[in-house]
């Protein structure tokens, strides 16, 4: 017999909200707690970098480091988060037309 309704047990069902993807972070990304990690190759652009950080209020822990390739991607993510996209409603089929005809929507331009 399957144990899930073995004596009327209801085991508890995994909760995902806890267990899963953490979509809602105590610590953000730029905060003292957990800085930027930033890499740049000459002491010019860390000048750049860090009057960019001050003046969006993030901290970031910046590395001068001719050898490596510059990496300043989490710059980057955090600077440049995506917009939500929305879309205007289309109207119901009785409601005035959009385009100004004075005609119901059916008739014009469904």
């Known amino acids: 017999m399957h144990d899930l309704y073995y004596k009327g047990r209801i085991h508890t069902r995994k909760n995902f909200v806890k ?3 953490n979509t ?3 610590i953000k990304l730029g905060t003292q707690e957990n800085p930027l990690t930033l890499l740049v190759n000459d002491q010019s652009r860390e000048t750049e970098i860090a009057a960019i950080v001050a003046s969006n209020d993030l901290f970031a822990n910046i590395t001068v480091d001719a050898a490596q390739s510059e990496n300043i991607s989490e710059l980057d993510g955090v600077l440049n988060t995506p917009k939500t996209t929305t879309f205007d409603k289309t109207p119901n089929r009785n409601d005035p037309c959009v385009c100004g005809s ?5 008739k014009c331009c469904a």
């Open 19 to 21: 267990a899963g993807f």
């Open 24 to 26: 809602k972070r105590a």
């Open 102 to 106: 004075g005609k119901k929507y059916k």
